[in-house]
């Protein structure tokens, strides 16, 4: 098959000019064999590259097959095995061009094994073990005849009531730039042409985590500082690591819609950051320029568009049904077409389609037997990954590691559930391949210790959430009520309890309440749960509380009466085991939270970045007239960085090496980190930088670099950074990224509110 593409395609291509050249040499040269192909289509068919449609939603599938034989489809996302992209592909290949299609979809914490969500794996602060989910993610999408990836997601996130927080990496640009890099370089591995790479698609551009009252889909309004300074730099970080794609945001910004916003797509992405991949828009977010009130009808929602920069149209029909009389009066100029077919073509080169078309779907007698990829998880993986993304947030009296042994008492809605395991955005992950927390702890107990289970409450009792949560999923619905009385339901709970030594409480969200298109007013637990969290507590036995959910919520009753308190987000495939290696000390919790916990939702947006004011609030000294809120302290409950550990972590004084860095050089910052507790384990070494003064009012202080260091019980090591003026960067009012002379402070700690510091000075 690949050798007859092959001819046919040159073939058809040495008819003509920029075939000057012989046909296998044009192959190899991307710009004039690109050119070429351009140069031989018809207008229909350059539309149809601009054409990404969702099978399954979009259209009847042999409707599908005779459109991609007419060279209509450019790319198609949301199926998931080689069988069903294969026949697509042969179709495309029938086409007058031979033009093949590409496959996305969006694997964005694992693609059949699923890894912890977003916020889950920025809570290792390990680069390592974020590439490793993402190349496993790769190897698997790949495998499965897929191209590309409609991730990462490094949308910046200060505010938890949005659903998407979730997906992303947390509050801080320069941890969610280094994931950004990192996540990009393993999804396309050596090349997004190598066989077990797919393409990045960095989402979602631009500043979709700053909408408005952290209501999905709705507005930012943002000063440029700021942009420059706190939100785009993820973005920016991911196409400089090469991501071949960039999907286009749903929100507007100030004013303007990003799938409007020439200024966003042209002056920003192409001219300043170079980008030359591939532009898609979000899912029908062309025809929503008219619900913007920004185009007065379809044709010039497609105008708009396509004139500010979006080459591809996303589950949409406008460009198909407004571009051709668009260019014939006159009103999108030919090159405007043909830029944004350049760049569609560009990116299925770039993803060696044209050298291949069956590169990742291979061929028929290959296809794996087990279509639910039973045997081909990669559960080491994941149950590595997960653990590392588990953060201790209390643990009174040693209560855990859990011994195993006696009675536990496991209960809560989320106990024992597959589907909220996996989290949001499950790609291809199929819930009953979960290990849930139920399961995860009969595995590690074997018959050593009895385990107690109950389900003890819903998720809520609120049946318009159930039915919110449900919308989707009529058929099979996820949030699967237990009809009996709640208050039944918790004394059964209460009676495993009392027989019990410990308790294990799973409490938090269900998935879907972290998700797309579910912000929320509220960070509380819901009520259901906190009735029975209340009852246990009377019990008197030791709580411990494992977390489920996909943002920050409101922990003050926990934190005041559990004894322990595990933040598990959403783990995936390996969840359950994940913890209950973490429950029974077989590993020693080491995440940190990338993301600050408020005390209540009124204190949003809470984040340790902030700029200084001038009246500050100091810390046991509220006083009148300062900037705060009269009934409850100023800052998080837990701060960004924090997460403890079953042994002690002791960091000696920061040293220097000089008390000045000089504009070309490098200043050397160093402290000794001491494991002083009984077991080995593990820490993140986090470096701040605040600069004193500064021509524009800087933050209070700024990650700048981390280390995760693993010790030995007794061990202690000396961490070393080293900064130069680049690190002391920040874009001033002029929106240029300068470095000022004058005092600054390090700051080095465990998390970002207990630091050791030290001044310098750059010259
Ligand atoms: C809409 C979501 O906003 C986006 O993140 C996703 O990639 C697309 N749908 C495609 O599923």
Redesign the pocket.
Known sequence: MKRLYLFGLIAGLSLHAAAAKTGPDLLDDKPAFIASLIEQMTLEEKIGQLRLISIGADMPRPRILKELAAGHIGGT??TVTRQDNRPMQDAALQSRLKIPIFFAY?VVHGHRTIFPIGLGLASSWDLDVIAKSGRVSAIEASADGLDMT?AP?VDISRDPRWGRTSEGYGEDPYLVSEIARTMVKAYQGESPAASDSVTASV??FALYGAVEGGRDYNVVDMSPMRMHQDFLPPYRAAIDAGAGGV?VA?NSINGVPASANTWLLQDLLRRDWGFDGVTVS??GAISELMRHGVARDGREAARLAIKAGIDMS?ADSLYRQELPALVEAGDVEIGEIDSAVREVLGAKYDMGLFHDPYRRIGVARDDPKDTNAESRLHREAARDVARQSIVLLENHDQTLPLKKGGTIALVGPLADSYVDMMGSWSAAGVAKQSVTLRQGMLDALGDEAVLLHARGANITDDQHMVEYLNFLNWDDPEVVQDPRPADEMIAEAVAAAEQADVIVAAVGESRGMSH?ASSRTSLQIPPSQQALLKALKKTGKPLVLVLMNGRPLELNWAKANAEAIVETWFSGTEGGHAIADVLFGDYNPSGKLPISFPRSVGQIPTYYNHLRVGRPYVEGKPGNYTSQYFEEPNGPLYPFGYGLSYTGFELSKVRLSSPTLPREGTLEASVTVKNTGQRDGATVVQLYIQDLVASVIRPVKELKAFRKVVLKAGEEREIRFSLDEDDLKFVNAQLQRVAESGEFEVQIGLDSQHVKQQRFVLE
């Open positions: 996302f949301n969006d409609f997601m989402k979602h999907m749903l979000d899912h996303m797309e």
